[in-house]
């Protein structure tokens, strides 16, 4: 062979190899809870959404976190964390969890402000 043609076949494979290795699944991707989050806390800037959960964290929409639902915390590990607290507009927020399977199963955050029921947030899975 030809020096041209031994340089354009490593050429060739070498190419090939990247294009492999960059088009490759990743081990470590990430796992994404979609819910149907619904809120009714006047507070709340997001009322009836799609949210997609990964890590206690809303990674979609973006630059979304739980108290744009009206819940105290940025955070929150739904159906496993039973109380989520914290202050809204002054006031203490308390929201206690419970599970509703009449038709499926809905995550339910009952809160209360100071002691006197405010709102509720919903999470269906998706």
Known sequence: ??????????????????????????DDEIDITLYGAASNCSNASITNQV?????????S????????????????SIATETTT??????????CTYSVNTTSGTLHVYS???D???ECMVT???Q
């Not at 929409?61 to 929150?76: C, I, R, V």
């Open 111 to 113: 809160c209360l402000d």
């Open 51 to 59: 949210i997609g959960v990964t890590d206690n964290m809303i990674v």
């Open 1 to 26: 062979m030809k020096r041209f043609e031994k340089v354009f076949i490593a050429f060739c494979l070498i190419a090939t190899s990247v294009i492999t290795v960059a088009t490759s699944k990743v």
């Open 115 to 117: 002691g006197n029921p």
């Open 61 to 76: 929409p973006d630059a979304t976190d739980f108290t744009d639902l009206g819940l105290p915390q940025p955070t929150l």
């Open 85 to 94: 607290s914290g202050t809204v507009n002054a006031k203490t927020r308390v």
């Open 123 to 125: 999470f269906a899975p």
